[in-house]
């Protein structure tokens, strides 16, 4: 069955470094997701990307986040200047389209650790 | 803010069916209802879902009610891998908006 995969699946940086999060969603998907969810929270929404530009963002994702597709396989998060707070569980997910009727299916998540 | 109202927690005996309710009575007509749970810190996991016809899968059935105003899923025959947090949403148009779910524990 067609997964969404993620890497790496834990990471730990010093604050104030840069990180990038993969992400290959499944193939024939169109719409791609990044969420979080801090340690005891709810999954929170960060943007979502289609057609080569983002869609729609949540007010977590500012400046310090970006979203790309390098290639026809990959979808990064990068998150530039990391702080404390952005310890969390990141979620990759994709839909095949943006429609109401359709489901979106998650990976496994990176936990990102800040140190 | 999510648009529906789960219980914090329930408890279902394994073996038994487990009744999952969920209350979205702001939901307007081409909204639809998923259900996703979450294991432990694992991604999202998506379950069922449906508009107005109850909906039946491999997994779990759900059932609408006639106003659309709240739906229950049904886990036939829980087992204890179903501990879990389950989400009830409504929409689910391009983005999804988690509520805190209900959890359910699976007891031997």
Known sequence: EPEVTQTPSHQVTQMGQEVILRCVPISNHLYFYWYRQILGQKVEFLVSFYNNEISEKSEIFDDQFSVERPDGSNFTLKIRSTKLEDSAMYFCASMRQGRSNTEAFFGQGTRLTVV | ?108
């Open chain 2, 1 to 108: 803010d999510a648009k529906t109202t789960q219980p914090t927690s329930m408890d279902c005996a394994e073996g038994r069916a487990a009744n999952l309710p969920c209350n979205h009575s702001t939901i307007s007509g081409n909204e639809y209802v998923y259900w996703y749970r979450q294991i432990h810190s694992q991604g999202p996991q998506y379950i069922i879902h449906g508009l107005k016809n109850n909906e039946t899968n491999e997994m779990a059935s759900l059932i609408i009610t006639e106003d659309r105003k709240s739906s229950t899923l049904i886990l036939p025959h829980a087992t204890l891998r179903d501990t879990a947090v389950y989400y009830c949403i409504v929409g689910g148009y391009s983005t999804l908006t988690f509520g805190k779910g209900t959890m359910l524990l699976v007891s031997p």
